[in-house]
């Protein structure tokens, strides 16, 4: 039976369905977005775990060199162009006319002096571990900025692209469009913001209500109950912990969309007790129901039992952990005969987001670890846990990303040769340590693979220009055509 909130959802789910069925959805007026998340704010791009009504909102007024359009490829941003020199060490990018949220012009200097703070020594920018290959960023003319790297690296462009490495002014916060915050408490209004560049710029002071968007932070399932009631056209941020609640609004299947998202899902396992022994790890690394798990918090998901999805730039194929393959029966019976010679029960804390998708998993993972004799508790998301489940979309297709963000523990063995694929001089040689700390990594048993990460939206029929990618990314400014 549901528990007692969940019952009370479904109600009113349910009657939010019958209401929407009643009327059309009209293409006309501002787009609506509810974003599942906190409130929206324009905090500094360097924060740490920016939500997604956050994010979109410092992606809208903050845009960084380049941006991803609608497929999540790389288009312009503040950048109208740029060129890659010295054998991929050195990227020059000319930006194009742009102001600030105040009208002043966007001047190289501004954009050089931003990227140094948000990849200072001490940044708590997420990214900044995944570029220190930078070296310097420095201003060419008043017009052209150059960043130089210490090594190549082809992917940096994927990067530069997300909205942590947006072009933020602190004080006041703001960017350089494409939109402006213009009103809203609650609920961020946002407008086109006038661009110097364009050939009229008469044009791009004249916006009709159709090109303003309204960008509201709730919980899932208020923002299911807007979509369904036709109040909104765009619920951005959906993941597995929510997925559940799709099915209770009544929601035509024409509008429910997922990403093919590229990234991490599963559990990085602790390295304390029962799970400091390596044996142990890997006994619980291999007896977690893949299939199980995946089809009660991942519809349509295939299980996976390796870190790395393909090759990318390692210099092997991903690699296969020791245990792979036995079976499930030999996994259960090696688990229970190391919890039974271990000399006191054992205990594992599991952390997990909140939701019924998290329920079900949990539900799942707990029935193989009582399987083998270990007594699961569940517990919050950022609480001291022995497994922690990590659920991140890539930033950027690059092995040692996988391996890097799965390493949350690792032994000291992985570590080095994830550092060494980090500073290695040449690309053949980063992609010759990626594979040894891929092999590495799997036979320290430091990460449960389950599957690929679940990203979803609900998309009204208005939003023409939306599509599905593997950033699991879609910018505010790429939702809608023209109106007709």
Request: hydrophobic letters at 45%; aromatic letters at 6%; proline letters at 9%.
């Amino acid at each position: 039976m549901l528990p007692i909130s969940a019952r009370r959802w479904l109600a009113v789910l349910v009657a939010g369905a019958s209401l929407s069925a009643c009327s059309q959805r009209p293409d006309s007026g501002a787009v609506v977005v509810s974003a599942i998340g906190d409130r929206p704010h324009l905090a500094d791009a360097a924060r740490t775990a920016l939500d997604t009504p956050s994010r979109l909102l410092v992606d809208s007024t903050a845009q960084g060199l380049v941006r991803f359009d609608a497929a999540g490829q790389i288009e312009p941003g503040l950048a109208e162009r740029w060129i890659v020199i010295d054998g991929g060490m050195s990227y020059i990018f000319r930006l194009r006319e742009a102001e600030w949220a105040n009208g002043t012009p966007v001047a190289a200097a501004d954009v050089v002096a931003v990227l140094r703070r948000q990849l200072a020594p001490g940044s708590r920018n997420p990214l900044a571990p995944f570029l220190t290959a930078v070296g310097e960023i420095v201003e060419m003319t008043p017009q052209v900025i150059e960043v130089r790297l210490r090594r190549p690296r082809p992917d940096l462009l994927k990067l530069f692209a997300q909205p942590e490495l947006a072009i933020l002014r602190l004080r006041p916060p703001g960017g350089s469009g494409p939109f402006r915050v213009v009103g809203g408490t609650r609920a961020s209004l946002l407008r086109p913001a006038f661009d110097p560049g364009i050939a009229d710029p008469d044009d791009s002071r004249e916006t009709k209500p159709e090109d303003d968007v309204r960008l509201i932070g709730e919980r899932a399932s208020l923002a299911i109950l807007r979509f369904a009631q036709h109040r909104s056209d765009f619920v951005a941020g959906g993941t597995f912990a929510d997925w559940p609640l799709v099915a209770l609004g009544g929601i035509a299947p024409a509008n429910i969309r997922t990403d093919p998202a590229a990234g991490l899902f599963g559990f990085a396992l602790g390295r304390t007790g029962f799970l400091a022994d390596l044996p142990n790890r890997a006994a619980i690394a291999a007896v977690i129901d893949r299939t199980a798990a995946a089809a009660a918090a991942l519809p349509d998901r295939e299980t996976t039992d390796r870190i790395l999805p393909d090759q990318l730039d390692s210099a092997a194929p991903p690699a296969i952990p020791p245990w792979s393959l036995l079976t499930q029966e030999q996994r259960l019976a090696d688990a229970r005969t190391r919890v039974a010679a271990w000399d006191q029960p054992v205990r594992l804390r599991i952390a997990l987001p909140r939701g019924p998708g998290a329920t079900l998993l949990y539900a799942q993972v707990a029935a193989s670890l009582v399987q083998a004799g270990i007594e699961p508790v569940r517990v919050d998301a950022t609480a001291d846990a022995d497994l922690r489940l990590i659920d991140a979309v890539a930033p950027y297709d690059s092995a040692r990303w996988y391996l890097a963000t799965a390493c949350a523990p690792c032994g000291e063995v992985p570590q080095q040769l994830l550092a060494a694929a980090r500073d290695a001089p040449s690309l053949a040689e980063r992609s010759r340590q990626i594979a040894a700390a891929d092999v590495a990594l799997a036979e320290d048993a430091a990460f449960v693979p389950i599957a690929r990460p679940l990203r979803w939206s609900l998309v009204a029929m208005r939003l023409s220009q939306w599509r599905p990618n593997s950033r699991a990314w879609h910018p505010l400014n790429r939702l809608r055509g023209d109106p007709k």
